[in-house]
C-alpha cells in the first residue's frame, strides 16, 4: 500500500437511519468519508443499503455542527465552557428539586443514540435525580404496538427476524410503507414475493410501491382498522378455519373473545369500512389457506386514538391462526428510529426498569437500588404526552431532552411551544441547534453516531455494536459522556471509561440482557434478545411458550370508537408520514447535499379528482387549516391518494410548513401516542399552478 492509501481507514458502523439496522464499514481519510462499504457478512443486510445509509452521512461534518455549550442570555446564546454549562445546570437541577421535588422535572430521551446512552439517562432520572419522569420517542410512533403485544403475547417486540419475513408464505403489511420507511427490509420483502411465491397483502390509505404489486390491496376508511380485522377474524372462526389445537393448548380467553366479536359481521364491516363483502371474504381465505402468516405494521395503525386496540387486534388475528411460534409467522411493529427498540428496552420509559420489569415491582427496584446504592421512585412517572400537559399546569418546572426534535415532532406543536415557554430551566443536548433549541436555556453539543462506540438494537431485535469512527468534533462529546459528567456535578460518582462497561452493568441487571457482552458482538456478530446467561440469542419468540405465568398467550377482546372529527367544514382527511429520500423531520438529511438536491422540499400530494374539483395542478400553492393552525404547501397531484385524501411526508424545511402545526393534542387511550393521522383539515387555493 501507498502512502496515500496508509491514511484510509476503515471502520464498522450501523446505520443512523431506520430500525432495518444494516451495518457497513466507512471508509475515511482524515476527516473526509469516502464511501460506505457494505459487507456480505453484515447479518441483517449484506451487501445492500438504501440512499440515507449510502449518502446521507454530510452533516457528521456539517458547518452547522454545535461544537461549544451555549447558555441563553436574554433573547441571544453565547458560547460558554464545560464547566460554565455544568455548574448552571447542577445548580438548577438542584433547586428545582428542592424547590419542587424531583417530579418537577421531565427527562426525555433519544431513540437516535446508543443502548448505553439510553440506559445511563434513565439511570440518572432515577437514581441520581430521583424521578421516573422519563420517556422516548417511541411515545410518538410504536407504544402503542408494545402495548397491545405485551396484553396478548407478553413482549414488544418482532416476533422473528427479517429472515422469518422472508421465508413466511404470507406477509401481510398494514398501515406501513416498507419501501419508504424500512428499504433494504422491503427489497427482502419483493425478493421473496417474486422468487418463492410468496403472497403479499398490503392494506393502507396509499397506494404504495409495495402496495402496488399486492396480490390483493385494501383501501379501507380512515381509522376503520379494528373493524375489518375483527370481521375478519369472527369469519374465519365461524367458517371453521381457526387454528383449534393451537389455541386449545397455547391460548386463554376464547369463549370470552368470540363473544366479544358479536357485533363485528361482514355486513356491519362492508358498511364502515368501504371495502366490499368479496374483499373481506378473499382476505379470510387468503389468511386461512397460509402455512404461515406474518404481519408487519407502523405508524398507519399505531398513531390512531386506538392504536393500542388496533395493534391488539392485529395480535389476536395471529393468534386464533395459529400464527405465533414458528418460522416464518408472528408480529412485526416496525420500528421507525435506528435505536428505538433500544430506548424502550433499556429503561426510558416511565413505567419499566430497563429490559421490560416494571418499576412498581418491589423486587426489581431492590435489585437496582442495591446495585446503584441509592433509594429509587416506585410511582411510574410521567410520559412525554403528560410532561407536556404537565408543564401547562405549572407542576413541571425543568426539562432535559437530548437528541429529540420534540418542536417539530409532537402533535399540535404550537401548544408544545407555549409549554416550552413556560419552563423555568431547559437543557438540550444535540448535535445541531434544532428547532427544540430555541427554547432552551443551556445547549450541550454532543457526537453523532459515528463518533462514538456503543451499540444499537434494530426492529428484529437485534443488538450490533457501532465502532468511532472520528474524534468529537470541536468540543462536543458522546451524550454518555455528557451524562456522566451532569450526575457527577449533581453529586453522583460515576467513572465509566468506555460503554461496553455500561453494557456490562445493564446485563448484570436486567434479565433480558443476561448474556449480552461486547466480546461476543465483536466486529459484525450480534445477538438478538433475550439472550441467556451463556450468550444464546432467541431469534424466534413463543416457540414453546409465552412470557406469561402459565405459559399461554391471551386474546384481548377489544372495541371500536368513531373516529375522531372536529366539524363539517374540515371536508379532507390528512395523512402524513415518510418518504425515502428524507429521514423524519429532516433535520439530519437536509444537511446532506446529495438528497436535497433530489428532493429540496415536502409537497402536499393531492388526487387528480380532488384537484380537478378546486382547479389546481402540480405546482400549486395551498393553505391547509385545520383547528390548531395551518401551513402553505406546494401540491403534487398524483393517483397515490384517492378522493378528499392527502398526504404529506413529515420532513420539514421550514418550521413553518410543519405537519405538526395542524395534527391535534387527541392521543391513543392507552399509551397517549398522538392520533397524527387522524386529521381533518380543509384547503385554501392560494396559486393555481
Ligand atoms: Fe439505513 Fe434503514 Fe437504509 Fe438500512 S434501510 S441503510 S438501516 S436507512
Known sequence: ATMREDRISRTKTVCTYCGVGCSFEVWTKDREILKIQPSPEAPVNGISTCIKGKFGWDFVNSKERLTKPLIRKGERFVEATWEEALTLISSKLTGIKEQYGADAMGFISSSKCTNEENYLFQKLARSVYGTNNVDNCSRYCQSPATAGLMRTVGLGGDSGTMEDIAQSDLVFVIGANPAESHPVLATRVKRAHKLHNQTLIVADLRKHELAEMADLFLHPKPSSDIVWLNAVTKYIIEQGWADEDFIRARVNGFEKFVKSLEKFTIDYAVEHTGLTKEQLIELATTISKAKSMCILWAMGVTQHLGGTETSTAISNLLLVTGNYGRPGTGAYPLRGHNNVQGACDFGTMPAWMPGYEPVESDEVRARYEKAWATPLPKKPGLNNHQIVETIHSGKIKGMYLFGEEMGL??????????????????????????????????????????????????????????????????????????????????????????????????????????????????????????????????????????????????????EWREPYHPGEEYDLHLNNGRMLEHFHEGNLTYQSEGITHKVPEPWLEVSPELAEERGIETGALVRLISPYGKVKLRVWVTDHVKGKELYLPMNTREESEAVNRLTSSYHDFITHTPNYKEMSVRMEVIEKT
Not at 460518582?493 to 462497561?501: I, K, Q, R, V
Request: charge should be negative; glycine fraction near 4%; aromatic fraction near 14%.
Open 409 to 558: 415532532v409532537d402533535s399540535n406543536i404550537n401548544y408544545v411551544h407555549e409549554a416550552f415557554e413556560k419552563l423555568d430551566f431547559f437543557v438540550v443536548q444535540d448535535i445541531f441547534f434544532s428547532k427544540t433549541a430555541q427554547f432552551a436555556d443551556v445547549v450541550l453539543p454532543a457526537a453523532p453516531s459515528l463518533e462514538k462506540d456503543g451499540t444499537f438494537t434494530n426492529t428484529e431485535r437485534r443488538i450490533q455494536r457501532l465502532y468511532k469512527v472520528f474524534e468529537p468534533l470541536g468540543e462536543s462529546k458522546p451524550d454518555w459522556e455528557i451524562f456522566q459528567e451532569v450526575a457527577n456535578s449533581l453529586g453522583a460518582d460515576w467513572s465509566y471509561s468506555h460503554p461496553s462497561e455500561i453494557m456490562a452493568e445493564a446485563a448484570s441487571l436486567a434479565p433480558l440482557f443476561a448474556g449480552v457482552s461486547y466480546e461476543r458482538l465483536e466486529n459484525w456478530q450480534s445477538q438478538l434478545w433475550p439472550v441467556k446467561k451463556d450468550g444464546t440469542s432467541t431469534p424466534l419468540l413463543y416457540e414453546d411458550q409465552f412470557p406469561f405465568e402459565d405459559g399461554k398467550a391471551k386474546l384481548f377482546p377489544v
